[in-house]
T-cell receptor
Framework: DARVTQTPRHKVTEMGQEVTMRCQPILGHNTVFWYRQTMMQGLELLAYFRNRAPLDDSGMPKDRFSAEMPDATLATLKIQPSEPRDSAVYFC?????????FGPGTRLTVL | AQKITQTQPGMFVQEKEAVTLDCTYDTSDQSYGLFWYKQPSSGEMIFLIYQGSYDEQNATEGRYSLNFQKARKSANLVISASQLGDSAMYFCAMREYTGNQFYFGTGTSLTVIP
């Protein structure tokens, strides 16, 4: 049963520290999305890739966030330096036309 | 303008009854897809059902069906024979394949009453 995996599942860090979140998309899926979910803002699209190429990262704060896909089996989202307002659940999703599946999410708390 | 509108913040349904969750969308793309996701209290996002803009028949997946009315730009989710485990947040979403954007609604919280 193919699934999107994300690590870590939970992360507590202090303000100013670097945070790296990893995602393994489902094999064969050509599109990868990064979302952030908070109570106040709901689901916000941060970035997405198609065939590993970044198509849009306009939803990300560019000064501190970066997203990459070094290969087809790994997508990363980095925050440097992290701030308390970055506390949220970060979801990775992968898909193709007709199906898009979410990973379990990384719950980030920045103190 | 909102791309996805879910007008029901909260819904209640009696166990074993059917319930309809509303979703309207806004797009000028000809090629798009409509999705419904379930998010239980555990936080995971569970894919339920998909409808392509060119699909003529309404999508069905078990107890879930998508009532697709293209002219009205609506994509309502129908859950038949509700179960207690259906209590969750439900999100409607749309992918525009031309621009490859993926939009989510604000969600509807469904509570199934025994």
């Amino acid at each position: 049963d193919a699934r999107v995996t994300q690590t870590p599942r939970h992360k507590v860090t202090e303000m100013g520290q670097e945070v790296t979140m990893r995602c393994q998309p489902i094999l064969g899926h050509n599109t990868v999305f990064w979302y952030r979910q908070t109570m106040m803002q709901g689901l916000e699209l941060l970035a997405y890739f198609r065939n590993r190429a970044p198509l849009d990262d306009s939803g990300m704060p560019k000064d501190r966030f970066s997203a990459e896909m070094p290969d087809a089996t790994l997508a990363t989202l980095k925050i440097q330096p992290s701030e308390p307002r970055d506390s949220a659940v970060y979801f990775c999703a992968s898909g193709y036309t007709g199906s898009t599946f979410f990973g379990p999410g990384t719950r980030l708390t920045v103190l | 303008a909102q791309k996805i509108t879910q007008t029901q913040p909260g819904m209640f349904v009696q166990e074993k009854e059917a319930v309809t969750l509303d979703c309207t969308y806004d797009t000028s793309d000809q090629s798009y897809g409509l999705f419904w996701y379930k998010q239980p209290s555990s936080g995971e996002m569970i894919f339920l059902i998909y409808q392509g803009s060119y699909d003529e028949q309404n999508a069905t997946e078990g107890r879930y069906s998508l009532n697709f009315q293209k002219a009205r730009k609506s994509a309502n989710l129908v859950i038949s024979a509700s179960q207690l485990g259906d209590s969750a947040m439900y999100f409607c979403a749309m992918r525009e394949y031309t621009g490859n954007q993926f939009y989510f609604g604000t969600g509807t919280s469904l509570t199934v009453i025994p």
